[in-house]
């Protein structure tokens, strides 16, 4: 036999997942070339010398659900040998809580990855398990190759004493929302190993299980709010092993290291590719970011019998960007404040009446938004019509989500519902809004809403469900978290399968339903609690005795009804907020408050409705003093985006809490977020306002 020959079979040695990948970025015949001449369907003597001197091993596997794993096997030198090149033993125990000890039955695929660190060497390999029994594996090898020696940070290694008995008990952590331990040691890391697998590998060599390694500066994978891991994919070798199983599959397993203390962390979930980002342009040598969601993770403390001593990274992380470039970018199209043109990407039917629009940005990317806020769009019908509609999901970086309800007389919903197709493209701003979760406080939180309200409640409960598992292992409880809303009936009722996912996520939450009119067939699934409105009597059968903070989201009348409510049980102002688009005007009962100390009370006359009122800075804007003084001032986003509350100035100067985005003419300001400026004469203008 030719030990050196490589891949002579009639099939590809890529399957289509990873052809497909292939096609989509133009390397397709390169990699086939490639791939016929460096994978073979055995072990070339070469490999087989260097596998029997790793102190440990890299394995992917699939658990019973199909999810896959990546774990490691260590024991003394010698534990892995090759008896012929078409076999691997592994003569070593699976660590303590590995998945590994599970998954590894015999005709399970597996995927293996050598790695030498301080030599910067490595090898692939993919088979199947042939026998198993308590501390030794046997693997007939399906594809063996080697990988280029990039993005290895070099370490030396040192075996432990508990290398001989790699299965004593430590202790796990384990759950299905990320920790702050091991969120920390995620936003740490400068390598990770990743575990993919597609089909069954004895319907082809192409096909089973598959483990790689991914390396960066540290903190090259990002973190987001809800918990989801991201970190971009740098140049290879084309074979695109790893996106090719992602792409068929959406899973894939990650393990990381602390070479430090020996702890593991394991986790697998949903996988998927984000190919197309300015935030790509802005992390310098990334040519996509891949997005993992865990579902499931198990932490095990000093599981590793090895340490690992630093000795120096990569060379070509030098020309790798970092987070901080993404963030920096990000900041500049804050700053700027334009329009970006955003694609439809996803259409989903969520009720009778409310139509949720996935939208990605084509030129910017997804700016962070905090739970709440809401995006303006400029929608491509009579010339350009703008709204602001409220993002109804948390930050995930893929998409912003807007669920919009169907107005009878609405130009824009009807162009939403009626005529709006994936792959329209229009303009919008960067995310805005000041109705958004306080994350500074530990209260427990009321989410109350009404028909298309629920939409920024949504995002806050993911936010909100996203944090509770972390708090509940750093505080000893989670945040009670009540979601309180009411709609006409089933026909009307959006999200139910999506809050009931959150509930099933987050045992601190509680859902609770009501329907104003039932229809005959809601009284048979019953997907509510109860008959009639949202109101205080409602508020008083559910919530237990506690101090809560309320957000409201309706029309006017539920908002300003549950307001009053809640004033005359003398819940503080401050721990009632509510969004305030369009006519949903609330009018707030607030005591009334001293100036701050030495601060000069300033004049402002509201010359339509011959009111002078005197302005402190605890008076807040323009609009909230004329509120306080009885006078009806349009408004809308309170933000200053909209434009709606633009208002002539006669005389006078204003600064602006943060600088507006909207247009505004010649002598108009934008009392939503205006406040009187500070004079530096002893006789000051008076600020006059047409209002």
Not at 32 to 58: A, K, M, N, T
Not at 79 to 97: E, K, M, R, T, V
Not at 303 to 316: E, I, K
Not at 567 to 581: G, H, L, S, Y
Request: glycine share 8%; hydrophobic share 35%.
């Amino acid at each position: 036999m030719n030990k050196t020959r490589g891949w002579t079979r009639d099939t590809s040695p890529f399957h289509r997942g990873e052809t497909a990948v292939q096609e989509r970025l133009g390397v397709r015949e390169g990699a086939e070339r490639l791939g016929r001449r460096v994978i073979r369907d055995f072990f070339p003597e070469q490999h087989r010398d260097f596998y029997s001197q790793l102190p440990f091993l890299i394995v992917g596997t699939l658990d019973e659900q199909g999810s896959p794993w990546a774990s490691l096997i260590a024991g003394p030198e010698g534990f892995i040998s090759s008896p012929d090149p078409q076999h691997l033993n592994i003569d070593s125990a699976p660590l303590y809580g590995s998945p590994l000890a599970h998954q590894a039955i015999k005709g399970a695929a597996i995927g293996m990855l050598g790695i030498l660190p301080e030599e910067r060497r490595r090898n692939r390999a993919a088979g199947q398990i042939v026998r198993r029994s308590a501390d030794r594996l046997e693997i007939a090898i399906d594809q063996a190759f080697g990988n280029c020696p990039q993005y290895i940070q070099s370490r030396e290694i040192e075996a432990l004493p508990g290398l001989a008995s790699p299965a004593e008990p430590r202790q796990i952590d384990q759950g299905e929302n990320l920790d702050e331990a091991a969120r920390q040691l995620i936003r740490e890391a400068d390598t990770l190993f990743i575990a993919t697998a597609y089909g069954d590998r004895q319907d082809g060599p192409q096909l089973g299980a598959d483990v790689s390694h991914r390396g960066g500066r540290p903190g090259f994978v990002r973190v987001d709010d809800n918990g989801a891991l991201i970190f971009p994919d740098f140049t290879g070798n084309n074979h695109f092993n790893t996106l090719g199983n992602i792409e068929l599959t959406g899973r894939a397993g990650l393990m990381f290291i602390d070479f430090d203390s020996g702890d593991l962390l394991y986790l697998t979930g949903r996988a998927t590719i984000i190919w197309e980002s300015e935030d790509i342009e802005a992390f310098a040598g990334a040519q996509r970011f891949v997005r993992i969601e865990p579902t499931q993770w198990r932490r095990v403390s000093k599981s590793l019998p090895l340490r690992f001593h630093f000795d120096s990274y990569a060379p070509l992380l030098e020309q790798l960007g970092s987070w901080e470039d993404v963030d920096k970018r990000r900041e500049e199209l804050k700053s700027e404040g334009a329009w970006q043109t955003v694609e439809v990407s996803r259409l989903e039917q969520e009720s009778a009446d409310i139509r949720s629009v996935y939208l990605r940005p084509l030129d910017g990317p997804v700016i962070s938004h905090e739970p709440g806020q809401f995006l303006p769009v400029r929608l491509p019908i009579n010339e350009g019509v703008e709204r602001v509609y409220s993002l109804s999901s948390a930050h995930d970086g893929r998409w912003y989500r807007l669920s919009i309800k169907r107005d009878a007389d609405g130009v824009a919903s009807a162009y939403i519902h009626d005529e709006l197709k994936v792959g329209d493209r229009f303009k919008a701003r960067i995310p805005a809004g000041q109705f958004v979760l306080d994350r500074k406080s530990a209260r427990p939180v009321v989410l109350l809403s009404a028909g298309v309200g629920i939409t920024p409640m949504l995002a806050m409960a993911q936010a909100l469900s996203a944090e509770a598992t972390s708090n509940e292992r750093i505080n000893g409880n989670g945040r009670p978290l009540y979601f309180i809303h009411g709609t006409s009936n089933g026909a009307t009722h959006a999200f139910g399968e999506e809050l009931a996912e959150l509930r099933r996520r987050n045992k601190n939450l509680r859902v609770h339903t009501a329907y104003s009119r039932p229809r005959i067939e809601d009284r048979v699934g019953r997907d509510f609690n109860a008959v009639g409105r949202v109101n205080i009597d409602l508020l008083r059968s559910v919530l237990p005795f506690d101090d809560f903070d309320f957000y409201l989201c309706g029309p006017g009348e539920f908002m300003q009804s549950l307001y009053t409510d809640l004033r005359n049980a003398q819940v503080p102002d401050e721990r009632i907020r509510f969004e305030a688009f369009g006519p949903s005007t609330v009018k707030r009962s607030m005591p009334k408050t001293e100036p701050e100390e030495n601060a000069q009370p300033l004049s402002v006359e509201f010359a339509q409705s011959g009111i002078v009122a005197q302005w402190t800075p605890a008076s807040g804007t323009l609009l909230e003093l004329a509120e306080a003084n009885g006078i009806d001032a349009a408004y809308s986003c309170r933000s200053g985006v909209c434009g709606a509350c633009a208002t002539k100035l006669d005389t006078g100067n204003v600064d602006y809490v943060e600088q507006p985005a909207a247009e505004l003419a010649s002598g108009e300001v934008l009392i939503c977020s205006a406040r009187p400026r500070t004079p530096n004469s002893q006789e000051p203008e008076p600020l006059v306002l047409q209002l």
